[in-house]
Nanobody, 122 residues
Framework: QVQLVESGGGLVQAGGSLRLSCAASGRTFSSYAMAWFRQAPGKEREFVAGITQSGTNTYSADSVKGRFTISRDNAKNTVYLQMNSLKPEDTAVYYC???????????????WGQGTQVTVSS
């Protein structure tokens, strides 16, 4: 079991940057694949980016590829999402999640944070 708490959200102008953090409690953080998902108003929750347990491999959704970067620091029990060149369509609640499998499928992630709001103005 791992508990996750996101932070770093806020209101930014289009073209700006934010870095989201997800702090994990527990002694087995490095055993989890981690991912970021987001849910915009009126839309389904969608995969944003994922990272393997060791941080060796990452994958990002096409909508954010080249703009967002996921990373992790296992020594700090933290996963990050660096968001650059933000667009209004990036506005959403962003969630971090932990799972046993490196995957884009949200139903395979069993541990979720509370979410942090990101709002991008035009």
């Amino acid at each position: 079991q791992v508990q996750l708490v996101e932070s770093g959200g806020g209101l930014v102008q289009a073209g700006g940057s934010l870095r989201l953090s997800c702090a994990a409690s527990g002694r087995t953080f490095s055993s989890y694949a981690m991912a970021w998902f987001r849910q915009a108003p009126g839309k389904e929750r969608e995969f944003v980016a994922g990272i393997t347990q060791s941080g060796t491999n990452t994958y990002s959704a096409d909508s954010v590829k080249g703009r967002f970067t996921i990373s992790r620091d296992n020594a700090k029990n933290t996963v990050y999402l660096q968001m650059n060149s933000l667009k209004p369509e990036d506005t959403a609640v962003y969630y971090c999640a932990a799972g046993n499998i490196y995957t884009t499928a949200q139903n395979l992630y069993k541990n979720w944070g509370q979410g942090t709001q990101v709002t991008v103005s035009s």
